[in-house]
């Protein structure tokens, strides 16, 4: 299983769409945001991703491109997301998707006060999508992204994470 499998089961293999890639991005943020070359062509919707940032990261550099330590990587940042989210007022939702039972919903207005300006723009960036298509996108998928990643009801450790993109 890899990591595309974990964010959208059964999703077409053509390429990861712009969601899929702002997913990925809310789980690489701290370890992608000080690269500054977008991953998208500008004015396009999901085009090949070109090198650096989230590029590097959908085209398989995921290892290199953050030591090696891919699931500890992916385990820190689901850890660092589920902080802003605490900190910013939807800690609730978020230990919804989890915890094991049903996920709470998040609207997009919700969700842009929990991911702040700064993330929500480094991922437009990245994803070429609007803030409207981002935050639609993002609060329909990032609970079932959270809840997939969780399976047993709790954050895995980064060797637990190692396994489930191997």
């Given at each position: 299983m890899g990591i595309f499998d974990?964010?959208?089961?059964?999703?077409?293999?053509?390429?990861?769409?712009?969601?899929i890639m702002a997913l990925m991005g809310l789980l690489a943020y701290k370890a992608l945001k000080g690269k500054n070359q977008p991953s998208v062509q500008p004015g396009t919707q999901g085009g090949a991703p070109?090198?650096?940032?989230?590029g590097d990261l959908l085209s398989g550099g995921l290892g290199g491109l953050l030591g090696g330590g891919v699931g500890g990587a992916?385990?820190?940042?689901?850890?660092?997301?589920?902080?802003?989210?605490?900190?910013?007022?939807?800690?609730?939702?978020?230990?919804?998707?989890?915890?094991r039972g049903e996920n709470k919903s998040i609207e997009p207005t919700e969700?842009?006060?929990?991911?702040?300006?700064?993330?929500?723009?480094?991922?437009?960036?990245?994803?070429?999508?609007?803030?409207?298509?981002?935050?639609?996108?993002?609060?329909?998928?990032?609970?079932?992204?959270?809840?997939?990643?969780?399976?047993?009801?709790?954050?895995?450790?980064?060797q637990e994470t190692e396994r489930m993109v191997a």
């Open positions: 974990i964010l959208a089961p059964g999703a077409q293999r053509r390429g990861p769409s712009p969601i070109a090198s650096g940032g989230l992916l385990s820190g940042g689901l850890i660092d997301l589920l902080k802003q989210f605490q900190q910013n007022g939807q800690g609730d939702k978020a230990d919804s998707w989890v915890a969700l842009e006060q929990a991911l702040g300006e700064e993330r929500i723009g480094w991922l437009m960036q990245q994803t070429g999508m609007s803030r409207d298509e981002l935050l639609n996108g993002l609060s329909q998928e990032l609970p079932q992204a959270i809840d997939r990643m969780t399976p047993e009801g709790r954050i895995p450790s980064p």
